[in-house]
């Protein structure tokens, strides 16, 4: 077939004609892909923001070193050394009057008491630890301690001015008093830490009114580390005292007058 240059006239306009239709539609055509091609960016690019987004809220967010805290009991508290059935045979007994029985003084009494465990009220029995108060005197460990921790609970069931205390760091002759630091539970003030004989520490702490009333049991967390004693009454940190001397010796609990009861008596090692 010859091309349209060599035909007449008419076919050469007809075919002319028929050129511009052709270009329009590749024009469209382009175009059309062009704007899917624009539409397929635009998608992406949407897209793409929620995933950076995204990716920055990822990072990992630096922590700051935790605090060096003072040591507290906690969930793995010792077990209460009342518990044990020879509890007694691990201390020893101290009274001002001669010829005093230990267990004149001391005894292990149980008490029931209300609970709350898995959201109900239940009863259980406590092994509670009674001292008279007379005469003075004190029962002390036989193990001497150093670096250690140890807690334990109070009350007077009796008497609105008790006395007793702790001793702590003891050494020397049995009397009254042996060289040792004495923590005060002497109501209504509690928690006066002080030496006894020649023994040193500084500074003092005065008793403060953070003691519950007679009836009701408080609580008392002792840590010795070295030449530092630190204490806790009652969940507040109570103060420090340093430059203690002895830095290691017996623990003993005051017989000083008032009916007194402790439970709850835990000790552990410190490293």
């Known amino acids: 077939m010859k091309s349209h240059f060599g035909l007449p006239q008419p076919v050469r306009r007809i075919a002319s004609q028929r050129q511009p239709a052709g270009r329009l539609r590749a024009e469209v055509f382009f175009a059309s892909l062009l704007g899917v091609l624009l539409s397929g960016l635009m998608v992406a690019a949407q897209e793409e923001q929620p995933v950076k987004a995204a990716t920055a809220k990822e990072e990992p967010v ?3 070193p935790a605090k060096e805290q003072p040591a507290k009991p906690d969930n793995d508290q010792p077990p209460n050394l009342l518990d044990s059935p020879k509890f007694f045979e691990a201390w020893e007994h101290y009274s001002a009057e001669e010829g005093t029985k230990l267990e004149d003084v001391w005894r292990i009494v149980q008490e029931k008491v209300t609970v709350e465990k898995d959201g109900q009220t239940v009863e259980k029995i406590d092994n509670v630890l009674l001292c008279t108060g007379k005469p003075f005197g004190y029962l002390r460990s036989k193990e001497i301690y150093e670096n ?9 069931p009796k008497d609105e001015n008790g006395n007793s205390g702790i001793l702590v760091y003891g050494v020397g002759k049995d009397e ?3 060289k040792s630091i004495q923590i005060q539970f002497h109501r209504p003030k509690v928690g006066s830490v002080f030496p006894m004989k020649d023994a040193t520490c500084d500074p003092q702490l005065p008793g403060k009114m953070l003691e519950k009333p007679a009836s009701e049991w408080n609580t008392c967390v002792v840590t010795c580390r070295g ?7 009652n969940g507040q940190d109570f103060g ?3 430059g203690c001397m002895p830095t290691k010796g017996f623990i003993a609990l ?3 007058g008032a009916e007194v009861r402790f439970r709850n008596f835990w000790k552990r090692p410190l490293n």
């Open 62 to 64: 630096k922590e700051e």
């Open 148 to 156: 250690c921790q140890f807690g334990l609970e109070w009350r007077f």
């Open 176 to 178: 009254i008093w042996p």
């Open 227 to 233: 030449d530092t004693i630190s204490l806790e009454i």
């Open 240 to 242: 420090v005292v340093k």
């Open 254 to 256: 005051q017989s000083e």
